[in-house]
């Protein structure tokens, strides 16, 4: 398949995981990508084995909470290729807390990244995808549909996303946008290897994010990725696709 052929995708935390992910579905199906993330050599290294399967690739070392860099990378993106049609907003970051021993700074930090940063690129990406009646698709979780323990900043983050990709949905339809969600479960993906669990953490209270059918690699998140925000999703609009083998059924 070749569904992105002749479209520029923008995509975030493309340095690892269901990001690096992503950009290797994308780019197989024939799309111009430049990549977002904060780890340089990581993202060099991905773009380089992007480039060396003659995928068109560029980037730019961007933290998506900082909203100089998330101005000045969109407008790169957009200078460069001239234009963008498709955002994928995977950049996020998580920790594990006692919810009362939670710091402020440490709050902040995750609504920083995983909330504002998809406001901050949205916000930057959408007179783009005006233009070319382009999409967005966001990184959720199912954190934030049923909640985690020991992860409530996660959970707040991710459910905010589903609120802000649903409105955006909402106001931009008719203008030709569509803006869709997917919530994993566990993922294998660097922001989930070796956590670090609070001591005297209850672990049964976490398997209830655990999909029926086992944790699964990032490729199984990118493939829904790549059906939203191709052509194959142009009557999907506002929703939270869940990719969790059945954890929430």
């Known amino acids: 398949m070749q569904r992105f052929s002749g479209k520029t995708v923008l995509i975030s935390g493309a340095a690892s995981g269901i990001g690096e992910a992503t950009a290797n579905r994308i780019g197989e199906e024939g799309g111009t990508l430049f990549l977002l993330d904060r780890q340089e050599d990581a993202l060099s290294s991905v773009a380089s ?8 690739v560029a980037y730019a070392v961007c933290d998506v909470a900082n909203e100089q860099q998330v101005n000045q990378a969109v407008s790169k993106c957009a200078d460069t290729y001239g234009g963008l049609d498709v955002l994928c907003n995977i950049a996020g970051i998580l920790r594990f807390d006692n919810f009362h021993e939670l710091s402020f700074d440490a709050w902040k930090q995750i609504i920083d990244v995983n909330l504002s940063g998809v406001f901050l690129m949205c916000r930057a990406a959408i007179p783009h995808l005006l233009n070319s009646r382009g999409n967005i698709v966001n990184a959720a979780s199912t954190a934030g549909i049923s ?19 649903r409105s955006i949905a909402v106001e931009y339809a008719k203008q030709g946008i569509r ?7 566990d993922i294998k993906s660097g922001m989930t290897r070796a956590p670090k669990f609070p001591d005297g953490a209850d672990m049964s209270l976490l398997m209830r994010a655990s999909s ?4 699964q690699g990032p490729e199984v998140i990118a493939n829904v990725i790549a059906m939203l925000g191709s052509n194959d999703g142009a009557h999907i609009n506002g929703e939270n696709i869940r990719v969790d083998g059945a954890a929430l059924s």
Request: charged share 10%.
């Open 147 to 165: 909640g985690l323990a020991y992860g409530v900043p996660y959970s707040a983050s991710k459910g905010g996303v589903a609120a802000m990709t």
């Open 179 to 185: 803006a869709n969600c997917v919530s994993p479960a």
């Open 212 to 215: 029926l059918s086992g944790v």
């Open 49 to 56: 084995e992007l480039q060396d399967r003659g995928v068109q």
